[in-house]
């Protein structure tokens, strides 16, 4: 007995020790595997005002990226960004048509930050050349362009290139294991959702003889055609979280909303509340205001199942409480840099891996039509059914006179 203990124990720690070794080895090698960064993407950024300027920032920080043009519409902030990155001045480029010279200069990848109404014009642009896409939301303000961007994806896939919208809330791990034990049925059946995006609202000063002042310090986002509103630039973000747990867009919206700050120029609303359904029935409610009234800021979706409940949430507690799926969860922080920051790693690994499914796309197609549906329901003080907004197609228009090219 003592010579068959002795002998198992020595065979199971001969198999113990070829199992760590070869354990050891894969995650030696996969690790360096995923972070080695030696491989320099050449990349292009078009917008270099606030969050492009800090988004580009994070670009560099990641190490797996080569600067090589950029553009602005306005010359100075070009400049200040190519001082960042050391961009050559011949590769500095402003004015409307800007985005096209950093297509033209030799670059892999376009990062897309500048005003949403021009997004899918230059994504289109980008994946005609033949480039990888990194773009901000929201990916365009009116049906027409939003479906335009869902092309775009959809060629990228067929180009094997790679397209990724920057959604941060999907990214952190309390999030995605809150949506994953959702979708399992961790709620028994669902009842309804609740989202809610209330902010400090943005800088609306007068309108100038041009709209070259709007193109600036997010005074866009008042601008519907613009940037779709505050529905469409802010709440998107817990209107999308809802969207990427229920794999599925609303069929009609109704609701109103109203503009509430002082001195308002631009069209955009300041408070909106809306009723969405969905084709199985889920109730869905939207909250969101946009004022300079010293409110938290919050960006979340809750869900109300017969048997638990649960939020995901841009900075918070994250969870599911009750039901087969209980899940304590975690407290969601930083995810404005860190969300970012793991989508531009993502970026990078699926251009080094050929990963070129996309899934970011359909998903804000779909959010960004969520958002236009609410957006118009509200302003028309009606029912809306998607498909009447669908077969509507309409296209808002942007007065660009007087401006640079």
């Not at 199992?19 to 292009?44: C, H, M, Y």
């Not at 067929?158 to 399992?184: C, G, H, M, W």
């Not at 970011?360 to 969520?370: E, H, Q």
Request: charge should be neutral.
């Amino acid at each position: 007995m003592q010579r068959r203990t002795f002998f198992i124990n020595s065979m199971a720690l001969a198999v113990t020790e070829t199992l760590f070794a070869q354990t050891n080895k894969v995650t030696a090698e996969l690790p360096a595997k995923l972070e080695d960064r030696s491989r320099k993407i050449k990349v292009g950024f078009v917008g270099g005002g606030g969050r492009g300027h800090w988004i580009a920032g994070l670009f560099k920080a990641h190490g797996g990226y080569e600067a090589v043009a950029v553009a602005d519409y306005f010359q100075p902030v070009a400049d200040k960004l190519g001082d960042v990155f050391g961009v050559a001045r011949d590769k500095r480029f402003s004015g409307l048509s800007g985005y096209k010279r950093v297509i033209e200069s030799g670059i892999e990848a376009l990062v897309i930050e500048d005003v949403p109404y021009f997004y899918p014009e230059q994504a289109a642009a980008a994946v005609a050349a033949g480039l990888h896409v990194y773009i901000a939301k929201p990916v365009a303000v009116d049906v027409p362009g939003t479906l335009a961007i869902g092309e775009a994806g959809k060629a990228a896939t067929q180009k094997e290139r790679v397209f990724l919208v920057d959604y941060q809330i999907p990214t952190d791990p309390f999030n995605s294991e809150v949506a994953q034990r959702i979708q399992a049925g961790g709620l028994g059946p669902l009842a309804q959702v609740q989202t809610y995006g209330i902010s400090n609202g943005f800088f609306d000063p007068p309108k100038t003889e041009t709209i070259e002042s709007r193109l600036r310090g997010l005074i866009w986002v008042n601008d519907v055609a613009l940037g779709c509103d505050n529905i469409g630039n802010y709440d998107i973000h817990a209107i999308d979280a809802a969207i990427w747990v229920l794999k599925q867009r609303p069929i009609s919206a109704v609701g109103t909303s109203r503009s509430c700050r002082k001195e308002p120029h631009g069209d955009g609303r300041d408070v909106i509340s809306l009723v969405y359904e969905y084709a199985d029935g889920v109730i869905h409610n939207h909250y969101g205001t946009a004022l300079k009234n010293n409110s938290e800021s919050i960006l979340r979706a809750t869900f109300a199942g017969r048997d638990a409940n649960a939020q995901i949430i841009y900075a918070g507690k994250a969870f599911l409480r009750g039901g087969s799926q209980h899940y304590g969860g975690g407290t969601v922080e930083n995810l404005y840099k860190a969300g970012a920051e793991r989508n531009i790693a993502s970026f990078y690994r699926d251009i080094l891996n050929a990963r070129y499914e996309n899934e970011t796309v359909p998903r804000a197609v779909d959010g960004t039509l969520a958002c236009i549906l609410g957006r118009e329901a509200a302003a028309r003080g009606c029912k809306l059914t998607m498909k009447e907004l669908l077969a509507e197609n309409r296209k808002l228009d942007v007065d660009l006179k007087g401006l640079k090219d």
